[in-house]
């Protein structure tokens, strides 16, 4: 190493606090070694000193700042939070973020002591406020990498880590009503990878971790590990710590753990940090639970007053379809009794003008007919007429008798010589047909 690098080393160390050589040299490394920009990354990003931090101690331990949150409600014993502002870039890498908001009910209760810090960026003060976005798909990216490099480095028995962003793994601890575990890898640190191997790796802390917690990882040789060491201020490596959902862009950090700890010392600041953090937890799963409840509630009412008012539709539309049947059929009613009446009064004038056309009915004598009509109900009916009248005029006669039956429904009949007297015949008279002196007929309907 030369001494110009040894030199930026320790003036980055002496401006940042930064104790730990090795990350000192990668956070240089990535800013290709511009001092400058290396110290901007990390002073720009906090508003109090870097000797806040928590290192490898229980969150009860912290010394509360000024500016405190508390409800009226107790805060659970020994557990103390302290919130962070996540990163712009990470936290908008998640569409998931809206849900933030719910998480300050869901996640905040029996009080929560308030530690706000800005937000960091790779950025200096002569560039944008704001880091670049992440998208999701190279977070997820990221967190695949990651998972891949440690499996062939250390195989494939460690904790779960879940394969997206830290956002995502943040959304899916709070659906999970889990904590989540962070886990930041330091590849060339001297303590990594005994750490990873005797400790991150081994059965019992894995299963404990898989079981309770869910696990993100990631290198802050990445983009968003980078970011991540810069917002939990990762000074020593290997570096873990556990995590909840707060509010808006924040996140609640319980415990970290900065340098190598044995499996033992794991599973017992875990253990603790769970069992501070499981009122809180049960309380949100309780929570949800009610609302879950209270939604299947409300859905169910809903679906009742939805089938209720359909049912009520159902009958109003039959009724309006019974009253619409009844009103067709009282005007089809109407109607035909309308035609009736029409018909009545044509057959009664019809028979009065058939009548009138017969004349007067002549007094007996040799050119005079005796004609005798049996009608379809039985009744005979007999007239005398001049034997010049025509077979249109038995044809008026049998109209005006009443029967009301038109010409085409009937015909007159003889029977002995059955004899048909149909239209063909109506203009010849009753001597021409031989129906004179006297005539018996009957009137046959037709089918």
């Known amino acids: 190493m030369s001494s110009t690098t040894s030199d930026k080393i320790a003036q980055f160390q002496a401006i940042t606090g930064l104790q730990d050589a090795d990350l000192c040299t990668e956070i240089l490394s990535a800013h290709n070694w511009d001092l400058q920009q290396a110290i901007s990354t990390i002073t720009s990003t906090s508003h109090s000193d870097h000797s806040d931090t928590v290192t490898g101690t229980s969150a009860e331990q912290f010394e509360t700042p000024s500016g405190l949150i508390a ?24 569409l998931g973020l809206v849900a933030g908001a719910a998480g300050l009910g869901l996640w905040l209760v029996g009080g929560v002591l308030s530690y ?17 976005l992440v998208s999701v798909s190279n977070a997820m990216t990221e967190a695949m990498d990651f998972v891949s490099e440690f499996e062939r480095e250390y ?36 303590d990594t990878p005994r750490f990873c191997e005797e400790s991150l790796c081994s059965e019992v802390l894995s299963e404990f971790v898989n079981e309770n917690f869910v696990a993100w990882g990631a290198s802050i040789r990445s983009s968003e590990g980078f970011k991540m060491s810069n917002s939990l201020k990762a000074s020593r490596f290997p570096f873990c710590a556990v995590v909840m959902a707060a509010t808006n862009q924040r996140i609640a950090l319980l415990q970290q753990v900065e340098g190598p700890k044995s499996p033992e010392e794991m599973l017992t600041m875990l253990q603790r940090v769970l069992e501070e953090s499981a009122p809180v937890l049960v ?48 005007d089809e009613a109407e109607r035909k009794q309308k035609e009736e009446e029409e018909a009545r ?83 010849s008279t009753l001597k021409e047909v031989g129906l004179h002196p006297q005539a018996s007929l009957f009137v046959e309907t037709k089918s």
């Open 71 to 94: 409800t009226d409600g107790a805060v659970p014993p020994g557990l103390a939070w302290k919130l962070i502002t996540l990163p712009f870039s990470i936290a908008s890498a998640s």
């Open 116 to 132: 706000s810090f800005s937000m960091i960026g790779l950025t200096n003060s002569n560039r944008s406020s704001s880091a670049p």
């Open 155 to 190: 195989g494939d028995r460690h904790p779960r880590f879940v394969l997206e962003g830290f956002m995502d793994a943040l959304q899916r601890s709070r659906r999970e009503f889990k904590l989540l575990f962070v886990y930041l890898h330091s590849p060339d640190h001297q």
């Open 283 to 330: 309380t949100a799963r309780l929570d949800a639970e009610e609302r879950r409840n209270s939604m299947r509630l409300r859905e169910e009412q809903d679906a009742a007053y939805q089938a209720a008012l359909e049912a009520d539709q159902v009958k109003e539309r039959q009724r309006k379809e019974e009253e619409e049947r009844l009103e067709k059929e009282a």
């Open 345 to 427: 009064e044509r057959a009664i004038k019809l028979r009065e003008e058939k009548s009138l056309s017969l004349g007067p009915e002549p007094e007996k004598g040799p050119d005079v007919t005796q004609v005798l009509v049996r009608l379809p109900n039985g009744e005979r009916k007999g007239r005398r007429f001049h034997c010049t009248s025509t077979i249109q005029s038995l044809y008026d006669f049998v109209d005006s008798s009443g029967c009301c039956l038109e010409l085409e429904s009937y015909t007159l009949v003889t029977n002995f010589p059955r004899v048909l007297y149909g239209q063909d015949k109506l203009s």
